[in-house]
């Protein structure tokens, strides 16, 4: 029976020998420093199933699993739970799948010939505190991030935005007299007035998409409507539903889903070609879900190149800081949705 003055930890061992699974349960059930609550599955599929179904604290990763497909399968593995350490277990010594595998996401490598009670539980224990901590460092560059971006909204709003406006006011002043002028030296004037105010008009909307205001003021839904009422112009159907009936969230997560939405529609308005893109934040008893889907050209979300764009990897690092999951369903002429969920209780 299960101490239950220690912790519990959910481990998934996802190995498709059902003999080395029970080592394992063996080797943690030996274990007096946590209550190991151990989970097994022989194939990727099922393990993805016990991961949504179960509130899995690690996963033990076997690369020799029948369904993996070489490195890609782990890679998207981690990328769809990014919350969660993995630890990858193989029976080849070879120091370079070692460091693909850190270099991708896993928090640990172990040889299973030399796997042992103690390496195992210490492997658990350093794997969940590591993921821990890459958490916290993501959440405090996102704040910092934030309040980078609040200094220059404020900058540019304060100090350029009022001297473009005194500018304004100033060339504004001279109207009347130009009415003697040249008609060459009219144009010359009029364009200065409009280069100005198409001026202060940029800014201006520079300053609302660094630190928009709709968040504090009005909440999570409203800034999503205002994204999607500032692209009026653009020849794209845009969708949008919700079901937060006028409740709200946190600041933090509604400005990391915000920006989520930002930056997707951006990408989508720049990449994809789409003629609708549809936005849905659903609220649930447990979490929270937010999906943006386009139909426009697609891209393989396999290829090492579609993974390192800067407004891919901000829309990661905000998803990880919110403890969430992050899903991206993308194919060459199908669209793309990308999909986040997070806990309600963040």
């Not at 690369?63 to 981690?78: E, M, P, W």
């Amino acid at each position: 029976m299960p101490n239950t003055t220690i912790p519990n930890i959910n481990v998934l061992i996802l190995v498709e020998d059902e003999n080395e699974a029970y080592l394992i349960i063996e080797s943690l059930n030996s274990s007096n420093m946590y209550n190991y609550l151990a989970y097994h599955a022989s194939t990727i599929m099922k393990g993805r199933e016990i991961i949504k179904e179960k509130n899995i604290d690690v996963v033990l990763f076997d690369l020799a699993i029948s369904d993996s497909y070489g490195s890609h399968t782990f890679i998207k593995l981690f990328e769809d739970f990014s919350t969660l350490p993995f630890i990858i277990l193989t029976e080849i010594n070879d120091d370079a799948i070692a460091l693909n595998s850190v270099l991708e996401g896993a928090q640990d490598f172990l040889l299973k010939d030399q796997i042992n009670q103690v390496v195992l539980v210490k492997s658990i224990h350093y794997a969940i505190q590591r993921k821990k901590t890459e958490q916290k460092v993501v959440a405090t560059i996102i704040e910092a991030e934030e309040e980078v971006r609040k200094r220059i909204a404020c900058e540019l709003h304060d100090s350029l935005g009022q001297n473009l406006s005194s500018a304004f006011m100033n060339m504004q002043s001279l109207k009347q007299e130009t009415t003697d002028w040249r008609t060459d030296k009219q144009k010359v004037y009029n364009q200065a007035i409009q280069s100005l105010q198409d001026s202060i008009s940029e800014i201006q909307g520079i300053a609302r998409n660094l630190m928009p205001k709709t968040i504090e003021e009005f909440g999570l839904v409203a800034s999503i409507e205002s994204i999607v009422n500032s692209f009026h112009s653009v020849e794209v159907e845009f969708y949008f539903f919700d079901n937060f009936n006028g409740k709200s969230l946190d600041l933090k997560t509604e400005l990391s889903l915000y920006r989520i939405v930002q930056e997707s529609v951006n990408n989508c308005l720049k990449y994809a070609k789409a003629s609708s893109i549809t936005i849905h934040l659903m609220m649930y008893k447990e979490n929270i879900i937010l999906m943006i889907e386009d139909d426009g050209v697609g891209f393989d979300s396999t290829s090492t190149k579609s993974k390192g764009g800067i407004g891919l990897i901000s829309i990661k690092n905000r998803v990880k800081s919110l403890s969430g999951n992050l899903i991206i369903d993308s194919s060459l002429g199908k669209g793309t949705t990308i999909t986040v969920e997070i806990p309600k209780q963040n």
